[in-house]
């Protein structure tokens, strides 16, 4: 089983930057990518960036893209997402997720979100 903690959420600003973490265990270590997902109330999840886990490759979702940047500490199992410039329409609950094979578009093991809220 793969494990995934996320952390750093929290109140901001408009304009303001917060850095989420997320600690990876398990199987997940040795997926083939990480990403950040994003459900606002009354909304659907989306998906907001993804990194592979050696760092090579990088997605954007366009609303977040020049202002987020997703990167991973192999090292320590982490995968960070810094957000910086934020609106309030990234008021969200924020997920990481493991892709565990590049064959399988599926997101496997989900972490158990943390809250991100941005006040004008």
């Known amino acids: 089983q793969g494990l995934l903690v996320e952390s750093g959420g929290g109140l901001a600003r408009v304009g303001d930057s917060l850095r989420l973490s997320c600690a990876a265990s398990g199987r997940t270590t040795s997926a083939y990518a990480v990403g950040w997902f994003r459900q606002a109330p009354g909304k659907e999840r989306e998906i907001v960036a993804a990194i592979s886990w050696t760092g090579g490759l990088t997605y954007y979702a366009s609303p977040v893209k020049g202002r987020f940047t997703i990167s991973t500490d192999n090292a320590e199992n982490m995968v960070y997402l810094q957000m910086n410039s934020l609106k309030p329409e990234d008021t969200a609950v924020y997920y990481c997720?493991?892709?565990?094979?590049?064959?399988?578009?599926?997101?496997?093991?989900w972490g158990q979100g943390t809250q991100v809220t941005v006040s004008s």
């Open positions: 997720a493991a892709r565990l094979d590049y064959s399988d578009t599926n997101y496997n093991d």
